[in-house]
């Protein structure tokens, strides 16, 4: 069974200051997907990673993705108010018709 | 630009009701999922479907029916509402080709009581 750990659950942080949140998996698997989630909303796919040291940049977010240590990171540089929602990373094994397995989500206030 | 449309978007069920949970897409995708989201967890899939006339159970599919009589139309059926369905529900789907990401609904807040 394919279970995702993320951490951490919440994480509050300041305004400019960096973060990364992990993303852990158990089997192996053929893509790995981050979303945001704003409260009340539906998710917003941020980035789909699909190979061994695939590292995808959108503003102030930076994910990356290492297989060998079934491992998902999600960086934030210098944190804005903006960026807070909850962030899900999500896995996807090859040949099971793109269904996802989720992680539990991680909570991430941004504050003055 | 419809994209997952879901209706309805808030609904409060008496324990022992039922319901149907309405879902369609406009961009000709072959693949369709309902997950459910309780509060604070993230997504867990009930059930799916690849084509029109196939669907198959997820990981939480006790409770649950679906039908796929159309590529657009993916209704899941509620029957006998408990309280352990209350949660959000949403909608998504995907064209299943290579490197295609999920397109997600709305979702339905449905609160069991």
């Known amino acids: 069974e394919l279970k995702v750990e993320q951490n951490p659950l919440f994480l509050s942080m300041q305004e400019g200051k960096n973060y990364t949140i992990y993303c852990n998996y158990s089997?192996?698997?053929?893509?790995l997907y981050w979303y945001r989630q704003d409260p009340g909303k539906s998710l917003e796919s941020l980035f789909v990673l699909l190979s061994n040291g695939a590292v995808k940049q959108e503003g102030r977010l930076m994910a990356s993705l290492d297989t060998k240590a079934r491992l998902s990171t999600l960086h934030i540089t210098a944190a804005v108010h903006d960026l807070s929602a909850t962030y899900f990373c999500?896995?996807?094994?090859?040949?099971?018709?793109?269904?996802?397995?989720f992680g539990t989500g991680t909570r991430l206030q941004v504050t003055l | 630009n419809a994209g997952v449309t879901q209706t309805p978007k808030f609904r409060i069920l008496k324990i022992g009701q039922s319901m149907t949970l309405q879902c369609t897409q406009d961009m000709n995708h072959n693949y369709m999922y309902w997950y459910r989201q309780d509060p604070g967890m993230g997504l867990k899939l009930i059930y799916y479907?690849?084509?029109?006339?196939?669907?198959d159970k997820g990981e939480v599919p006790n409770g649950y029916n679906v039908s796929r009589s159309t590529t657009e139309d993916f209704p899941l059926r509620l029957e006998l509402a408990a309280p352990s369905q209350t949660s959000v529900y949403f909608c998504?789907?995907?064209?299943?080709?290579?490197?295609?990401?999920?397109?997600f609904g709305s979702g339905t807040q449905l609160s069991v009581l």
């Open positions: 479907s690849v084509g029109a006339g196939i669907t």
């Open positions: 998504a789907s995907s064209s299943g080709q290579d490197w295609e990401k999920l397109f």
């Open positions: 999500a896995v996807e094994r090859k040949g099971t018709a793109s269904k996802l397995t």
């Open positions: 089997t192996t698997s053929d893509r």
